[in-house]
C-alpha cells in the first residue's frame, strides 16, 4: 500500500513540475485564459497583471 501512495505522490509531483515548465516560459496569455479573461494581454490594466504574477508566485510557493 505504500508503494501505491509513493506512486500517487509521485505522479502528482510529476504532474505539477511539467505544467510548470510549460507555463514558465509563457509571454502572455494561454488562448483559454483570454476567452475567460474577455480581453487579449495587452488590454490588462498593469495592477491586475502584476496581481496575478504575485498570485501565481505566491500559489507556487503553497504547491
Known sequence: ???F???LLSLAALLSIAFGIRYLPT???MPY???VA???WPELPAGLVLGLAVLGAGASFIA
Open 27 to 29: 509571454r502572455s496569455f
Open 5 to 7: 501512495r509513493l506512486l
Open 33 to 35: 485564459h483570454a476567452v
Open 1 to 3: 500500500m505504500l508503494t
Open 38 to 40: 474577455g480581453k487579449a
